[in-house]
Structures are given as structure tokens and as C-alpha cells.
Nanobody, 119 residues
Framework: QVQLVESGGGLVQFGGSLRLSCAAS????????MGWYRQAPGKQRELVAE???????NYAATVKGRFLISRDNARNTVYLQMNSLKPEDTAVYYC?????????????WGQGTPVTVSS
């Protein structure tokens, strides 16, 4: 199973940028769908962006055009570049790795990194 460690969160002003990193270990991410999720206080965790093993990307409508997910398989790391940040982007951001085996799916989560956008 893959282990994930996020970094790069913090406090940023409205309109600013942050880049989150997710370092994976224990397994190569090249065969995984890697995703970034977020959970704001009192809300459910939601998908922000994902990158499949074939490098197809998907984004939540609320971040499309502002966020960019990328992966460096050689470094076993996934990134989330967040631009034009808004207060509503404030949340804990989690990295996720998913892979479907013959016997079923395997999912791993990081511990999360908090992002606060001030107005």
C-alpha cells in the first residue's frame, strides 16, 4: 500500500497562489489515480482534482481554470498548483491514491495539509 505525505499548505491572501505536494512511498504512483480532495469545516470531503494513470485529468467545476494537478512519476510526487485563491478554497487538502486490483480497490489517504485563504 502506498503512503502519502502532503505539504505546502498555509495562509495566503485572496488572489494568491500555493503549490501543494504529495510525496508517495511504498509503491510507485504510475499505476494509480492520484487525487486531491478537500474538506472545509462542517462540510463533506470533495474531489478537487485527479490525475489518472494515463494522465487524464479531471477538475471540480469550482476550481477549473484556477488549479492544476500534475504528477512526476520519477519523483513519485503529485502536485496541486492553486492560483487565484478565494476564501471558499479554505479547507484541509488531502492527497489520495487509488488503484483497482483483481481482488478489489485499494485506497490510501494522506494526513492532510490545511489551506487558509484570507479576504
Amino acid at each position: 500500500q502506498v503512503q502519502l505525505v502532503e505539504s505546502g499548505g498555509g495562509l495566503v491572501q485572496f488572489g494568491g497562489s500555493l503549490r501543494l505536494s504529495c510525496a508517495a512511498s511504498g509503491s510507485a504512483i504510475s499505476m494509480y489515480t492520484m487525487g486531491w480532495y478537500r474538506q472545509a469545516p462542517g462540510k463533506q470531503r470533495e474531489l478537487v482534482a485527479e490525475s489518472t494513470s494515463s494522465s487524464t485529468t479531471n477538475y471540480a467545476a469550482t476550481v477549473k481554470g484556477r488549479f492544476l494537478i500534475s504528477r512526476d512519476n520519477a519523483r513519485n510526487t503529485v502536485y496541486l498548483q492553486m492560483n487565484s485563491l478565494k476564501p471558499e478554497d479554505t479547507a484541509v487538502y488531502y492527497c489520495n491514491a487509488e488503484r483497482t486490483y483483481v481482488w478489489g480497490p485499494s485506497t490510501s489517504w494522506g494526513q492532510g495539509t490545511p489551506v487558509t485563504v484570507s479576504s
